[in-house]
């Protein structure tokens, strides 16, 4: 069975751009959520949805963050525009029926704004 | 607020020593779930195992074993026979209940790994 797919794996891009984050979640689980990874805070919820209803978006950084679940099998981050303290490196993770069912990761995007 | 404290931030360990990684973890939920998670320089995070809190039971998985003891508020883990495939960093994370009925996790800030040959 396919894991959890994240795309692209690297994006370097320069300040003020637009970046785009994608995620496909393992079939048939209802929960996808988006983390955050850096040194200093460590991994962070963003976002999660459930059944592609946005649940939880308490730890959106700011408004240059926003999610979207347009279907089950696809989600996206965006970052408009972006800063250098958005430089991370962002997991999207989804789980079956509850959330505290086990969340399978997918393997990250490693964002850095120059 | 729920809280995961895992206070070695890095440990270094022979091959073939054992070693135990600590977490202690705060919440006021009585019902809740406990995780370890193991992330390889490869950089994914790959899911260990999941406790919750009504299963004190201790659980051993080959090399792996977990000691979870509700009365010190602690889960830690245990690698016997240490290979240097287990270099990594090892977190471990708390359920919270959060609106909408659901839960979130709560990740302590990792335990580095290095297994020297």
């Known amino acids: 069975d396919a894991g959890v797919i994240q795309s692209p794996r690297h994006e370097v891009t320069e300040m003020g751009q637009e970046v785009t984050l994608r995620c496909k979640p393992i079939?048939?689980?209802?929960?996808l959520f988006w983390y955050r990874q850096t040194m200093m805070r460590g991994l962070e919820l963003l976002i999660y949805f459930n059944n592609n209803v946005p649940i939880d978006d308490s730890g959106m950084p700011e408004d240059r963050f926003s999610a979207k679940m347009p279907n089950a099998s696809f989600s996206t981050l965006k970052i408009q525009p972006s800063e250098p303290r958005d430089s991370a490196v962002y997991f999207c993770?989804?789980?079956?029926?509850?959330?505290?069912?086990?969340?399978?990761f997918g393997d990250g995007t490693r964002l850095s704004i120059l | 607020a729920q809280k995961v404290t895992q206070a070695q931030t890095e440990i270094s360990v022979v091959e073939k020593e054992d070693v135990t990684l600590d977490c202690v973890y705060e919440?006021?939920?009585?019902?809740?779930?406990l995780f370890w998670y193991k992330q390889p320089p490869s950089g994914e995070l790959v899911f260990l195992i999941r406790r919750n809190s009504f299963d004190e039971q201790n659980e051993i998985s080959g090399r792996y074993s977990w000691n979870f003891q509700k009365s010190t508020s602690s889960f830690n883990f245990t690698i016997t026979a240490s290979q240097v495939v287990d270099s990594a960093v090892y977190f471990c994370?708390?359920?919270?209940?959060?609106?909408?009925?659901?839960?979130?996790?709560?990740f302590g800030k990792g335990t580095k790994l290095t297994v020297n040959p």
């Open positions: 994370a708390l359920s919270e209940a959060v609106k909408g009925g659901s839960e979130k996790l709560v």
């Open positions: 079939s048939g689980h209802d929960y």
């Open positions: 993770a989804s789980s079956p029926d509850r959330a505290n069912q086990p969340q399978h």
């Open positions: 919440t006021r939920d009585t019902t809740y779930y």
